[in-house]
């Protein structure tokens, strides 16, 4: 493979894996203070497409649409926390993957009745279908670019958070040992509630980025979901720095794997062969890729947990 | 004594009635499957629209009995598709099971329903894998076979001397049976063969490598939601310019809408087009415009075409009682249907006319044009594999 499509393949790489960071940032965090496992993080991916389709044919402009949708989606990410989820970070995590696997069927079902069960196609305003050539000879969409620029941005953001303000203290103090932090007077539920809903945001931004690309229907955030575990566990738990750069590992791997592999089987099998088994293994890769950082590192690349 | 003989007379009498009363005709009862939900429910519904409008063409009875209609949707999963046709067979009874989009639910429920002395009519699927050698005289399928769309492809674009095509498909059994068709009439060069996931959204990877690998047309099976994302990534990729696309079951009267000035300019094949002149075809597109208020895709005009297949058979072999002469009916596909021409080959699959058509723009509507015939009165590869003679 040329070594200009390998780098244009590494930017393809590269908006997939800062998609996958905005989604697991919250759910690593989640998992990280609260110590609890939200398999509902997916159904807030799809719920924030679904607010910015609608806002955006409400109000008819794209970033009108999502100026309204990201504080909407903070909000239903926070009634969630309260109604359904507080409940739950005192039992354990099978307890809360029953419950959480509830709020995923629970989600589909709400958006099937409220949006219908026919995929919705929302389109890019013409000032973002353009293409720009980073790498010569090979145009690149102007809205990919965007995604990765807000997916760097969301992560310098949380960086700045994180590291540099007193609620960013109590995160890395409530990843390490939140009981802790609970017993030093801090009031402990609205900082979850934040945290949650702080992460829903990024889940459904994430959301309302891939919908102009694709589709938006039913079910769109567990195949997510299923990768946003798998970045968070090379990641290490509770670490945002991990979940980013496991994030960007998985995209590349992802992404380079699916269409290097069938060329790369060709030099030892029959073309026949390479084209039938390559997108077979190719989907088994990142699995590969999170079972072989297991093995070597089980608590993942850069565990937060200290309590 | 007189309580006896009273008893004697009723009984006597009862017996009578039910002697005297005639057997009540058969209820036809069928099933149709499809799927509702998801990215490909932009093709169940529609064709769950169409098939009540053919009900409702002759007058809600099929062949003239009382019919009643099962619906069932299979979510795009084999196991859901099996349960379904389960159902419809051992609790509803019923004498068909219709419908069914895709080729690896159509195999997953091929053999369960074919074994349980029930017709099994496909609406659109149709695997090669049913056939040839697994041809059943209780299948038929009224759609066309998956092939020969490819092959039609296959042979204008090697009338037309266009070499270096790069081909794309979804990894799953129609998916390898469109490549393999195609390639079994296109006599160039292939500069690419790639399979994507079932299901797939996101192509910017494979539009890449395309790319990179400079082919001169490309031709893609992606059918419903993952055309619509193929098609308008690549326009986004500033790629529907470059290099022309050529398609089969991606680009037509459903797709097209979400895919708008993207797949302008492609071309399709196909075996039925909304604007063929038989008599049939136009009062379908009409009344379904007026109906549902779009124009009716393949699908459709399939699903329409499986009421007057039925109705037809049901009248002329007088009733679902005699499944022989059902069959036989059935057999002599003198229907009246959307395509005009139309016969079935030994292996109760479909021998039809295949069309050249072009995705245009015109008015403020997205429509596609048939240009002409690329390969008439066309059987499929399969049937000489087939044993059944009649």
Known sequence: MDPLLLLEQFFNGLQFGVMLFLIAAGLTLVFGIMDMVNLAHGSLVMIGAYLATTFIGWTGSFLGGLALAIPATFAVGALVEVVALRTLYRRNHLEQVLATFGLILFFNEIVRIIWGPISLYSGLPDYLTGQVEIIPGAPYPVFRLIIIAVGLAVAGIIYAIVAHTRLGMLI???????????????????????????????????????????SVEPGIGEPLLILAFVVIIIGGIGSIRGAFIAAILVGVVDTVGRVALPVLLRAFVTDAAADTAGPAVASMLIYILMAAILVVRPQGLFPARTG | MAMGMSKRILAAAAGLTIAATPVAAEKVKVGFITTLSGGAGIIGKPMK????????????????????????????????????????????????????????????????????????ISSNAGAGAVAGKRCSK?????????????????????????????????????????????????????????????????????????????????????????????????????????????????????????????????????????????????????????????????????????????????????????????????????????????????????????????????????????????????????????????
């Open chain 1, 172 to 214: 890395r103090a409530g990843a390490s040992n939140n009981e802790m932090v609970g017993a030093l007077g801090i009031n402990i539920k609205s900082l979850f509630t934040f945290v949650f809903a702080l992460g829903a945001v990024f889940a459904g931004l994430a959301g309302m980025l891939l919908g102009p690309l694709t």
């Open chain 2, 49 to 120: 629209n169409a098939f009540e409008l053919g009900m409702e063409h002759v007058g809600g009875r099929l062949g003239g009995f009382e019919t009643e209609i099962f619906y069932g949707d299979d979510k795009r999963k084999p196991d859901v598709a099996k349960q379904l046709a389960n159902r419809m067979i051992k609790k509803d009874r019923v004498h068909f099971v219709t419908g069914i989009i895709w080729s690896n639910l159509l195999i997953a429920i091929h053999g369960p329903v074919t074994r349980s002395n029930t017709f099994l």
């Open chain 2, 138 to 390: 209780d299948f038929f399928n009224v759609s066309f076979q998956n092939d020969v769309m490819p092959e039609g492809m296959g042979k204008y674009m090697t009338d037309k001397k266009i070499d270096n095509v790069y081909a794309m498909a979804p990894n799953y059994q129609a998916g390898k049976d469109m490549i393999k068709g195609f390639k079994r009439m296109y006599k160039g060069k292939i500069a690419g063969e790639v399979y994507t996931k079932l299901g797939q959204k996101d192509y910017q990877a494979e539009i890449s490598a395309l790319r990179a690998a400079k082919p001169s047309a490309v031709f893609i099976f992606l059918p419903g939601g993952m055309g619509i994302n193929f098609v308008k990534q690549y326009a986004q990729a500033g790629l529907s310019k470059k290099i022309p696309l050529y398609s089969v079951y991606s680009v037509d009267a459903l797709t097209l809408p979400a895919m708008k000035d993207a797949a302008v300019g492609t071309y399709g094949v196909q075996h039925w087009s909304p604007d063929l002149g038989n008599t049939v075809n136009r009062r379908f597109v009409t009344e379904y415009r007026k109906k549902y208020g779009k124009t009716p895709a393949f699908y459709a005009a399939q699903a329409y075409d499986t009421v007057l297949f039925l109705d037809h058979a049901i009248r002329k072999a007088g009733g679902v009682g005699d499944r022989d002469k059902l069959r036989a009916a059935m057999r002599a596909g003198d229907f009246p249907n959307t395509r005009g021409a139309f016969k079935f080959n030994n292996n109760q699959f479909p021998i039809q006319n295949i069309y050249l058509r072009e995705a245009m723009h015109e008015n403020g509507k997205y429509f596609t044009k048939t240009l002409g015939v690329v390969l008439s009165a066309h059987g499929d590869s399969y049937a000489k594999d087939c044993k059944m003679k009649w």
